[in-house]
Structures are given as structure tokens and as C-alpha cells.
């Protein structure tokens, strides 16, 4: 094996699992020291730099940096279901108990003539509009609705997500110069370009519900919805209650969202029925536990055939049985298993099979070539169309997805906005910041904490079964309370302090080796990779994870770590008669628009340890 290269910001990225796993690349560890000191401020505007909806993700968000956490790893032979760090929630916890950190926030500049429209007030959007207003462009942000916050407030219930977080965190987008446009539906882009805007950026999301076209579905018509359309109903009002008996259809987050949703709007026997197993349920699996832990079945392998009804009258759905079978390139097919038809009865049907874009307002001679899935044909990285002027991101831009990666998307886009309107080329992305300190206080002493906690993962607590299923506003999570989110965040192995080595300090004394508490590192002759991995002290069984290779050493032997297990504790450090080894914090921030927000993640940073 080569020596790693060190000198890419890529390498000790990729060991920080959680933030490489982030689509936003937030910078998890360092958020989590904060709210372990409890200076939630600074550790909120960590997170606003990044994912600038920490409230709202706090609670909502599909967690992608959980399970690429090390601590479940590490812990694997442990504990029977080692777990890892609540780091959503932990985000939850410094929205929660901050103070007004409007100061903090940057404050625009004079205004440089340049004008932008934003279409839609999702996520993408408002990340767009919070991007570019600070650096003096005169951003539009476009909704049919009259509050801002796109799908997050249309589809996602109350009892998840409540109205007063969304409003105060899209409220600090329009706070710092972006113009918000409510009730305006934009239903012609020609009409839209002609208005003199020097870039578009469209960020309406996938608007359109799939429907099943079965026997019966014309005829039981008013008692049949569209999942995401009836999630709207109920945020707007409209829909009030469900009758007694409610099937919902699909495997999604969004069904998730119905049948609880309905449980709390008088459904007595609301089930979920889906035609997928449930470890392939796209859902998310605390969302999927949240539904069964309030009492609703999830009935798998079974395909809807037909909506049975009476004069027009819903009474129930036929479903086959099936069961999986996968080739030998694993490909899934769902095969019958001459199983009886199975009847469920029901009032009501939801169907949450899936979402689609619609862009019927973008006339197709304008210039925007679209693939044949209807998805605009975007710059690999840019999202900027093949009208050099117009940007797409979020669900508009890839099909359906989640919150923190339309934020990604709406900072990648703002970057292209801001090089194109200055004339620069939009396939030159800016590089990350990052940022290597030694975290040395002496010879024997950290500015961290090294020695985590080794507690189970805390539990957040709920809301009162009674009092949470008999409204439909009623938060369901309470979130961490101060000396709860203390403990939980102890759990965290700073996986952003880096284990640092010189080789020429080194003298081969094996001291690290020796006092090493996972046998990560190894000294021993180089080969191949594959090789190489299995004669480490412990197997490096994660081909995913990085070594650390060094250059060859005095002896010929190189030092191999293995980033999979280390738990940066710093004892080869404290250990190392030479000083070979350092313990260093790494901080990657990904590049924003005209580095507006770098100042305000690195002040927080420089003061935290």
C-alpha cells in the first residue's frame, strides 16, 4: 500500500463517519463537545452554518450520520444492540435551549444589482435564498402557499414538527434581506425569465402523488386519497377527522406520517399494509417503530389487487400474497405464493406508494432539457440546467428525497448562482475549509475529553400515550433535557481528533502498540490491501474504512492503523516516548456562497474545545 496522503482534507473527512456520511457535511463531533458544556448558542450556530434548519432537523431529519457512526460499531461485541450516538436529537437539544442568536448572524451586504428567484419555499429554496441574500443579491422567494417551508410544513404532521419551529427558522432566512412571496404559484417560467431575473432556482419539490389505478378506485373514488395531498388537508384544516377502519398503502416516511396521523384523527383499526418485507421498507426504522409502539400493524408481502366496494361504498381490499426471490445479481422479485386472495376491511384508503415531479409550468421549448424520467438534465455537481440561467435542487431535482439533502443541494446551487452571476465557471467548485489543531495542553493532557462514556444510547422521552393520540398538535417527542443530552453526548468518540503521526519521530518501540485498547495499529511488512488486512493485531474487517498507512520506517516495517476502531482516546500519545504521535482536531466546513458563514462556524470553533 501507498502512504496515505494526509494532505487531503478527503482522508480525515472520511474518518469522521457522521459528517462524511451528512449530505451537508455538518460538522457532528464539534456540536456535540458544545452541548456537552452546555453553550447551546455556539453549538446551534455550528449547525445553522451547515444545515440551517437545526430546529427542524433536530426532529425530523432521516439521520444519515447514525448509522454510519463508529460507537455502534465499536461496541459490536458488547452489547446485544450496540447503538450510536442520538445525534439528531442532540441537534434538537441545541435549538431547544439557545437563546436569540439573531446577532450572530451575518449581516448583508450592500446590494451588487443582481436579482434571483427562488420557486418554492422548501428547504432547497430557503438554503438558496439564506445563502445568497448576505452577499447583496435581491433573492424572490415564490410559494402558492402562505406560509413559507414547502413540504416540511404542508406534509410533515404537527405532532412531529410543530408550527412555531418551522416559523422561527424560515423566519431567519427572510431576516437577512431574502423577500418572501406567499400565495404566488408561478405557472409559466417563460413568464417568470421575463421578468428581468439574472438566475432562477427551482426548488418546488415532487408535488405529485402516485395513485394505484385498480379495479374499483374510480367507483370508491371519495373514499380513496392521495397520501401527501391528505397530509396537506390536515395541516391546512381542511381534513378534521378519518372514519373508524383506515388502510394505508406504502412503505414510506410519508406513510408512516398518514397512519399516525389518522390514529389521532378517530382511526380505531388503522393499518399498514405493504407490499415490500419489513427490513426493505424505505421508511425509516424509528419511524416504523414510532408506528407500532402506538398500536399500528405493519402487514408486509402482500400486493393491492382491487378496492372492493358497495354502490360506490368503500367495505375493504383485496391483496396476493407474496413472498421475495432473488436472482444471483440479487435482484428482488416478488413471487405469488398461491395463498388465497387476502380481504382487509376498511372505510378509508391512503395511498402513499411514492412521489413524482411535475413541472406542467415549465413550458418545454424554453430551453431546460428534461430525461426521460422528467427530471431536468442537470450539471453533474451544479445543478445548473441546459438554460445557463436556471438551477434546480431538492426533490425537483433528483426525485423524492429528504430535508438535509435539499439543503446540500440548495448550497451547492447558491455556489453555481454566485460564479455564474460573477461570470466565473460554475464547474470550478470552491474547496472545503479545514482546519488541523493540536489539542496538546501538556504532556499528559487534552483540551477534550478523551475518555467517553460507555452508557447505552438515552432514550428521549414521549409525551403521554392518551394525551399525545388524542390531538393531532400534541409533540410526541419531548427531546433530551440538559443533563440527559450531557450524558448522551459523553457518548461521542470525537472521531474529528485526529490520531496524528511523524514518522521520522518515530523509534519503533511499540509502546502505542502495547497500550492500544482495540488493536488498531500494528506495525508489520506492507502488501497488498486485501492482504494486509487480515494479518493486522485485529482484522480490519470494513473494507469501507480507511488504513492509515506510513511511509516506511527505519526498519522497512510500516505503521498500519486501522480508522474503523480507534477510539481516539489519545493513549498512544500519552504513551509515545517521541512525541510521533499527536491528537489534532480536524474541522472541515464545506464551502457556502462567498464564504458568508465561514467567520460565524469558525468563531464558534475557535472558542470551543
Given at each position: 500500500m501507498q502512504p496515505t496522503n494526509t494532505q487531503d482534507p478527503a482522508y480525515f473527512h472520511q474518518v469522521v463517519d457522521c459528517q462524511w456520511?451528512?449530505?451537508?457535511?455538518?460538522?457532528?463531533?464539534?456540536?456535540?463537545?458544545?452541548?456537552?458544556?452546555?453553550?447551546?448558542?455556539?453549538?446551534?450556530?455550528?449547525?445553522?452554518?451547515?444545515?440551517?434548519?437545526?430546529?427542524?432537523?433536530?426532529?425530523?431529519?432521516?439521520?444519515?450520520?447514525?448509522?454510519?457512526?463508529?460507537?455502534?460499531?465499536?461496541?459490536?461485541?458488547?452489547?446485544?444492540?450496540?447503538?450510536?450516538?442520538?445525534?439528531?436529537?442532540?441537534?434538537?437539544?441545541?435549538?431547544?435551549?439557545?437563546?436569540?442568536?439573531?446577532?450572530?448572524?451575518?449581516?448583508?451586504?450592500?446590494?451588487?444589482?443582481?436579482?434571483?428567484?427562488?420557486?418554492?419555499?422548501?428547504?432547497?429554496?430557503?438554503?438558496?435564498?439564506?445563502?445568497?441574500?448576505p452577499l447583496g443579491y435581491e433573492v424572490t422567494v415564490f410559494d402558492a402557499e402562505a406560509r413559507a417551508g414547502g413540504f416540511m410544513h404542508q406534509q410533515i404532521p404537527r405532532f412531529r414538527l410543530p408550527e412555531h419551529v418551522i416559523d422561527e427558522e424560515t423566519g431567519y432566512v427572510f431576516a437577512l434581506g431574502a423577500q418572501f412571496r406567499p400565495g404566488t404559484r408561478i405557472d409559466s417560467m417563460r413568464a417568470l425569465l421575463g421578468q428581468g431575473y439574472d438566475a432562477v432556482f427551482v426548488g418546488s419539490g415532487a408535488p405529485r402523488g402516485r395513485d394505484l389505478d385498480l379495479p374499483g378506485r374510480k367507483e370508491a373514488a371519495a373514499h380513496i386519497h392521495i397520501g401527501i395531498d391528505w397530509l396537506a388537508s390536515v395541516s391546512f384544516g381542511h381534513v378534521t377527522s378519518v372514519a373508524r377502519r383506515v388502510i394505508v398503502l406504502g412503505g414510506g416516511n410519508t406513510a408512516m406520517d398518514c397512519c399516525r396521523s389518522a390514529r389521532r384523527l378517530g382511526g380505531e383499526d388503522v393499518k399498514v399494509i405493504?407490499?415490500?418485507?419489513?427490513?426493505?421498507?424505505?421508511?425509516?426504522?424509528?419511524?416504523?417503530?414510532?408506528?407500532?409502539?402506538?398500536?399500528?400493524?405493519?402487514?408486509?408481502?402482500?400486493?393491492?389487487?382491487?378496492?372492493?366496494?358497495?354502490?360506490?361504498?368503500?367495505?375493504?381490499?383485496?391483496?396476493?400474497?407474496?413472498?421475495?426471490?432473488?436472482?444471483?445479481?440479487?435482484?428482488?422479485?416478488?413471487?405469488?405464493?398461491?395463498?388465497?386472495?387476502?380481504f382487509f376491511a376498511c372505510d378509508e384508503v391512503l395511498i402513499a406508494v411514492g412521489?413524482?415531479?411535475?413541472?406542467?409550468?415549465?413550458?418545454?421549448?424554453?430551453?431546460?432539457?428534461?430525461?426521460?424520467?422528467?427530471?431536468?438534465?442537470?450539471?453533474?455537481?451544479?445543478?445548473?440546467?441546459?438554460?445557463?440561467?436556471?438551477?434546480?435542487?431538492?426533490d425537483a431535482a433528483y426525485g423524492p428525497k429528504n430535508i438535509i439533502t435539499a439543503v446540500a443541494h440548495g448550497h451547492e446551487a447558491a455556489v453555481s448562482i454566485d460564479l455564474f452571476l460573477r461570470g466565473q465557471d460554475v464547474a470550478q467548485r470552491p474547496p472545503p475549509h479545514v482546519n488541523l489543531v493540536s489539542q496538546k495542553m501538556g504532556i499528559h493532557e487534552w483540551s477534550y475529553d478523551n475518555d467517553p462514556s460507555n452508557d447505552p444510547r438515552y432514550k428521549v422521552p414521549w409525551a403521554q400515550a392518551e394525551k399525545a393520540l388524542a390531538s393531532i398538535a400534541v409533540e410526541v417527542e419531548l427531546g433530551f433535557d440538559p443533563a440527559t443530552a450531557a450524558k448522551e453526548a459523553h457518548r461521542c468518540l470525537n472521531c474529528d481528533v485526529q490520531?496524528?503521526?511523524?514518522?521520522?519521530?518515530?523509534i519503533e518501540c511499540?509502546?502505542?502498540?502495547?497500550?492500544?485498547?482495540?488493536?488498531?495499529?500494528?506495525?508489520?511488512?506492507?502488501?497488498?490491501?486485501?492482504?494486509?488486512?487480515?494479518?493486522?493485531?485485529?482484522?480490519a474487517l470494513h473494507p469501507e474504512e480507511p488504513l492509515f498507512v506510513s511511509p516506511a520506517l527505519k526498519?522497512?516495517?510500516?505503521?498500519?492503523?486501522?480508522?474503523?476502531?480507534?477510539?481516539?482516546?489519545?493513549?498512544?500519545?500519552?504513551?509515545?516516548?517521541?512525541?510521533?504521535?499527536?491528537?489534532?482536531?480536524?474541522?472541515?466546513?464545506?464551502?457556502?456562497?462567498?464564504?458568508?458563514?465561514?467567520?460565524?462556524?469558525?468563531?464558534?470553533?475557535?472558542?470551543?474545545?
Open positions: 456520511a451528512c449530505p451537508a457535511h455538518t460538522p457532528v463531533p464539534e456540536y456535540i463537545r458544545l452541548i456537552a458544556q452546555r453553550r447551546y448558542d455556539d453549538a446551534y450556530m455550528v449547525n445553522w452554518v451547515s444545515n440551517v434548519f437545526p430546529g427542524i432537523l433536530g426532529r425530523t431529519c432521516d439521520r444519515p450520520c447514525e448509522p454510519a457512526c463508529r460507537r455502534g460499531r465499536v461496541e459490536d461485541h458488547n452489547l446485544p444492540k450496540p447503538e450510536p450516538v442520538a445525534i439528531c436529537r442532540l441537534k434538537r437539544v441545541a435549538a431547544d435551549f439557545k437563546t436569540d442568536v439573531r446577532a450572530r448572524m451575518p449581516r448583508p451586504l450592500p446590494p451588487n444589482g443582481k436579482r434571483v428567484a427562488c420557486v418554492g419555499a422548501g428547504p432547497a429554496s430557503l438554503t438558496v435564498a439564506r445563502d445568497l441574500a405493504v407490499r415490500s418485507g419489513y427490513d426493505e421498507m424505505k421508511a425509516s426504522p424509528w419511524e416504523k417503530e414510532d408506528a407500532q409502539h402506538e398500536g399500528i400493524p405493519i402487514i408486509n408481502m402482500h400486493v393491492p389487487k382491487a378496492f372492493v366496494h358497495e354502490g360506490g361504498k368503500l367495505t375493504g381490499m383485496l391483496f396476493e400474497v407474496v413472498r421475495a426471490e432473488y436472482d444471483a445479481q440479487g435482484r428482488r422479485q416478488l413471487v405469488p405464493t398461491g395463498e388465497p386472495e387476502a412521489q413524482e415531479n411535475a413541472f406542467p409550468w415549465i413550458e418545454r421549448d424554453v430551453g431546460i432539457a428534461f430525461d426521460r424520467w422528467g427530471l431536468p438534465e442537470l450539471g453533474k455537481g451544479t445543478f445548473q440546467s441546459s438554460l445557463p440561467q436556471v438551477f434546480f435542487g431538492g490520531t496524528v503521526f511523524t514518522p521520522n519521530l518515530c511499540d509502546s502505542c502498540v502495547d497500550i492500544c485498547p482495540t488493536d488498531c495499529i500494528t506495525f508489520t511488512t506492507n502488501g497488498e490491501e486485501a492482504e494486509l488486512r487480515q494479518r493486522l493485531h485485529a482484522p526498519t522497512g516495517r510500516v505503521l498500519v492503523k486501522d480508522e474503523d476502531v480507534c477510539l481516539h482516546c489519545g493513549l498512544c500519545a500519552e504513551r509515545c516516548p517521541t512525541g510521533a504521535w499527536d491528537m489534532q482536531k480536524f474541522l472541515l466546513l464545506t464551502a457556502k456562497a462567498g464564504d458568508a458563514f465561514k467567520d460565524i462556524a469558525m468563531s464558534a470553533e475557535r472558542t470551543g474545545v
